[in-house]
């Protein structure tokens, strides 16, 4: 036998998660292995009439303290950790009477389910696993001579490597093996971790964490990254809020790098429209909304939104707030779209989409809270930054009216529309609505004057391709993401025709900025909040 085969003899079971598990300990038991398990996962195997050493056997020590301890004891962990070509190793087996172990499956005590689940303290404590985490790492290290399986899914891997190497393992498998075990032990750890973390800032800490762990779960390996050269993939959290991680793709083309994070970009913006006031519809383009707006109907909402901007709205990301409908569908089947994600479909809308076979239909299950608390994390240099996600809610801002008029009832309701949608435009950012529709939006430049016209721009192009007088700034309201550090920003809004703006207030040229909304008859509003987004 080659010396990186590796002949099993002896395994021991120990899962939560029993998928698989009859299958997987009958297929080795009848090519001899010795089956060694604790608890209950001895008791399913027994119950499926196979002979089981119980773990008590080799410790000589009985389950104690409510199954706290049971697997760490030398007979367990020797067994484990022996290297089986080193002499002193050998010899130390010997001298104990410990026997090898040449196979672990273990899962872990479902701590993530538990914590997501809202347990209780005691409940989530009770539910960090120790001994597995120790065997699976035990394992793991040892693995030029151990197989360990941490997944229901590898159990007929490891049985066709047996089949096909006499019984043994390779060591290339053993190593990707081994790979996945140290990664779902930091993920584990991961998240008891961020629970205690959370745990702490909800009692009063304010210092951030001296480490921080994130971790995740494959969900698809992605053809490339942002550029065919680059390589990604798409990682799951524990307990995703719904959205793209969530979704099924009912159809269409493989969703590339891009498509998942304007996907996403898409589906949170619209999840800031309650689906129980109004229906919304988003569209994205390169992470930036091009339209977005509230109606009547989904069929309304998306035309209001697609008015906005109807060059870029080509090939488009599409998000509504709630189910997709055949109407709405038909409609948005006209023009190329990429992605559609929604929380639900019809029937008809389904049919309908499947015949534009390369566009990717995404049904999450549900909206994701735009308020819910939560971190971002983007890398640097050698580094992450960490941050909470922004949660500001235009309903419970307190703002604050600082111009000689008052803004009507209409202008505020389109000054808090605004700033929902300003929140998810890359700064810096103006955003004119009318009437629960974006009617220009100005993205990511560097000057906020920039952004103030380049959306007038799009407003009048829109227009003129609409057969329309004039743009659909005349009457708007514009949102700032930021204070306007001086008058111009102010004066280039008021020149496209907005009646009324929100911005969060703070510049020391707060007073020229407000005469200046005074002289042009503006209602001005300050929101107290900077919404920047890079």
Known sequence: ??????????????????????????????????????????????????????????TGFPEMMDGRVKTLHPNVHGGLLAIRSEASHVAAMEAHGIRPIDLVAVNLYPFEDTAAGGGAYAECVENIDIGGPAMIRAAAKNHADVAVVIDPADYDSVLAELNAHGGATTLA????????AYARTAAYDAAIANWFAERLAQEGETRPPAWRTFAGRLRQALRYGENPHQRAAFYAEAQPRFGVTTAEQLQGLELSYINILDADAAFELVAEFDPRISPAVSIIK????????????????????????????????IALNG?????????????????????EADVEARALIAKRRNTRLLVAGGLPDPY???????????????QTRDDANADELNFKVVTKRQ???????????????????????????????????GAGQMSRVDSARIAAMKARDAAQAAGLSEPATIGSVAASDAFFPFADGLLAVAEAGATAVIQPGGAMRDNEVIAAAD???LAMVFSGVRQFRH
């Open 372 to 386: 819910a608390k939560g971190w971002t994390v983007r890398s640097v240099a050698g580094g992450l930054l960490v």
């Open 286 to 317: 390169h992470a930036n909304p091009c339209g977005v707006a509230t109606g009547a109907t989904f069929k309304d909402a998306y035309a209001r939104a697609v008015a906005c901007d109807p060059v870029s709205r080509f090939g488009g990301i």
């Open 519 to 521: 002289a042009a008859g």
């Open 323 to 343: 189910p997709l409908d055949g109407e709405t569908a038909a409609a948005i089947v006209k023009t190329v779209t990429d992605v559609i994600i929604v929380p």
């Open 407 to 441: 803004p009507t009832a209409n202008e505020l309701a389109d000054l808090k529309f605004a700033f929902r949608v300003c929140k998810h435009v890359k700064s810096n950012t103006i955003v004119y609505a009318k009437d629960g529709a974006t009617v220009g939006i």
């Open 1 to 58: 036998m080659s010396k990186h085969l590796r002949r099993v003899t002896r395994a021991l079971l120990s899962v939560s998660d029993k998928r698989g598990l009859a299958a997987f300990a009958r297929a080795l038991a009848e090519r001899g292995v010795e089956l060694v398990s604790t608890g209950g996962t001895a008791r399913a195997l027994a119950a499926e009439g196979l002979i089981v050493v119980d773990v008590a056997e080799l």
């Open 173 to 180: 498998l053993r190593q990707r093996l081994a790979a996945k």
